[in-house]
T-cell receptor
Framework: NAGVMQNPRHLVRRRGQEARLRCSPM?????VYWYRQLPEEGLKFMVY????????ESGMPKERFSAEFPKEGPSILRIQQVVRGDSAAYFC?????????????FGPGTRLLVL | AQSVTQLDSQVPVFEEAPVELRCNYS??????LFWYVQYPNQGLQLLLK??????LVESINGFEAEFNKSQTSFHLRKPSVHISDTAEYFC??????????FGTGTSLTVIP
């Protein structure tokens, strides 16, 4: 029973390049969340998706960041034209339903380093 | 607006001693409360959660937390810590929506 999977685990990009982070939710989960963890800080919500729909993107920066969760395949968090400030750990979580109090199960994260 | 405060950023404690990690939240509506643990270079793992009912909740590895509505707190405690408990601990709040609001974390270091 595989948990939430994220790849790559580590990603190095130069300024101006694109970063693509992938997340496969737990089996049977159709709700995906992305969080960002900056050094010495807690996790900050970015976006909540269900299959083919963005439900809440209130935590997503308005520019350069986008997310999708297609009908088939993993959820993708895409960062265009990365800058040094994008260096962080990006965590994906999934849940079976989206109701309040529902436990979110987290993946191991992708650690992005922008040179 | 909702917020979660973890007052102690670092807590060193000797092995087999008791520990309390503090968590306070602010919210104008009812909340659900969670504690997650993060080991180095890993994702967050659920430790325990409070949804309703008994205000004292326990985990399988000896941690417990008590929901105190009047003090808006959800402190995490363990009567006797082990070396393996060294990790980062995050308190989180969830409302009826979908976001989790996390505290900034408490780094627990157990000293042999």
């Amino acid at each position: 029973n595989a948990g939430v999977m994220q790849n790559p685990r580590h990603l190095v990009r130069r300024r101006g390049q694109e970063a693509r982070l992938r997340c496969s939710p737990m089996k049977g989960h159709s709700h995906v969340y992305w969080y960002r963890q900056l050094p010495e800080e807690g996790l900050k919500f970015m976006v909540y998706l269900q299959k083919e729909n963005i439900i809440d993107e209130s935590g997503m920066p308005k520019e350069r960041f986008s997310a999708e969760f297609p009908k088939e395949g993993p959820s993708i968090l895409r960062i265009q034209q990365v800058v040094r400030g994008d260096s962080a750990a990006y965590f994906c979580a999934s849940s079976s339903t989206g109701g309040g109090g529902e436990t979110q199960y987290f993946g191991p994260g992708t650690r992005l380093l922008v040179l | 607006a909702q917020s979660v405060t973890q007052l102690d950023s670092q807590v060193p404690v000797f092995e087999e001693a008791p520990v309390e990690l503090r968590c306070n939240y602010s919210s104008s509506v009812s909340v659900y409360l969670f504690w997650y643990v993060q080991y180095p270079n890993q994702g967050l793992q659920l430790l325990l959660k409070y949804l309703s009912g008994s205000t004292l909740v326990e985990s399988i590895n000896g941690f417990e937390a008590e929901f105190n509505k009047s003090q808006t707190s959800f402190h995490l405690r363990k009567p006797s810590v082990h070396i393996s408990d060294t990790a980062e601990y995050f308190c989180a709040v969830s409302l009826t929506g979908n976001q989790f609001y996390f505290g900034t974390g408490t780094s627990l270091t157990v000293i042999p």
